[in-house]
Structure formats: C-alpha cells, structure tokens
C-alpha cells in the first residue's frame, strides 16, 4: 500500500492538501498533518501496512516535518521549497528581514490583515480562495514566523531517499534562486517548474502536479496510475 502524509506551509493547514488529493487514485492513503494554527495540531503515524512511503512538503512545512520521519520515508516531495529563508547575499537578507519584521509588528495589532494578505501573495497570479479563519492560534503564527529567518535544512547524508522538487515561477514568497539552491543543498535528481503559478501551487496547479508526479513515481514503483 501506498501512504502519502502533506505537511503543509505557514498560515495554512491540513485542508491546503483537498485540491491535489482529489487527484490520487482510490489506492492510495493519504493523511494530512496539521501545525495547528486553526485547530488541533496533529502529526499522522504511517500504517505498518504501508509498502511505500511519501512525504509532501509544502514551503516551510519542510521545517516543521519530523527529521526522523522523513529518514524513515521512500520518497520526499517538496512543493515550494527552501532551504534557508533568507538569502546569503547580505542586501538581499537585509529587505527580507525587513518584511519579516513588518509583518511581525503588523501581526500584533492586526493578525487577519497579515494573514489575508499572505494569501493574495500565496495564490498570485490567480486570486485567493481562502481567506483567514476566525479562531487562530496567534503566538503560534508569531512564533513559526520569526523562526523563518533562522531555518536552515541540514539534511543528513544518512538519509537514502528519493527527492522531487516542484515549484512555480511566479512564487511571490520564494525567489527562484532558493529553489535552485534547495536542489543543490539537497542533490535532487527529479525536478520540475511551473510557468504561470505561484507559492500555492498544489491548489492552483493539481493536475499537473500529479501528472507528473506520478510518472515519476511509476518509474520506480508499481501501483501509481
């Protein structure tokens, strides 16, 4: 059996996943972790009947993922990832804290503002379908937000797994170079980059995601159709 667990990015949860797991085919088990920040948090545990094992990342759900579960998994799926949030190049880094501290205060005064608008840089250039929820977990977004600018992957070379990356050329949250930077941190093999999409490319881009996500996977495992 085939079991897939999706950790999703900052400011989402486990719903992030409902586009492309309407994708999959019936054989597959899927179940989506949640950080918490509308509900209770929750971490799945694979089923000892599972022959294959995924794990999908998205953005800084690759951060949050257990280190050792993601040891203990065939496959590691990474949709608009990074490595390091912030860049090397000292100008660079010195913008990018910036918005990360204005959104830090902004987020005291006016959480829901902050979150809306992380939204329409998430789904550019399409339009946001989802907006923030009325219960949040505020010290939690705060606190996951300021550890963005300290995330840095150190991915152990003990690690035999198979890496795929996927990303959208117009991710307003993730510049090119962080992905490319990511494959190479990470000596990713299989990789692909959607012109027209964005940071929330698993929603905006579904079909085409598992298009070619399952001609990856049939590659080298039966059972994905």
Not at 29 to 38: C, D, I, P, S, T
Request: hydrophobic share 40%; proline share 4%.
């Amino acid at each position: 059996m085939i079991e897939i667990h999706a950790y999703h990015g900052w400011g989402f949860n486990g719903k992030f996943w409902d586009s492309l797991k309407a994708e999959f085919p019936a054989s597959i088990l899927f179940k989506a972790a949640n950080r918490g920040y509308f509900e209770k948090p929750y971490d799945p545990i694979f089923s000892s009947e599972s022959s294959i094992k995924i794990i999908f990342t998205h953005s800084y759900g690759l951060h949050w993922c257990p280190k050792e579960k993601i040891g203990s998994c065939d496959y590691l799926v990474i949709f608009n990832g990074f490595n390091e949030f912030l860049s090397e190049d000292r100008f660079e880094r010195k913008k990018e804290l910036k918005v990360l501290n204005k959104m830090h205060v902004q987020f005291q005064t006016n959480s829901y503002a902050v979150l809306n608008a992380f939204y329409d840089n998430c789904f550019y250039p399409y339009s946001p379908i989802i907006s923030s929820p009325k219960i949040i977990d505020k010290s939690l977004l705060e606190s996951d937000l300021i550890d963005l600018s300290k995330t840095n992957f150190a991915f152990p070379e003990a690690f035999n797994i198979q890496k795929i990356v996927i990303s959208g050329l117009e991710d307003q949250i993730i510049a090119k170079q962080k992905t490319k930077e990511l494959i190479e941190h990470l000596k990713v093999t299989e990789s692909m980059e959607y012109q027209g999409y964005g940071h929330a490319l698993p929603i905006t881009n579904s079909s085409n995601c598992w298009s070619y996500l399952s001609k990856v996977l049939v590659s080298t495992m039966v059972g994905i159709s």
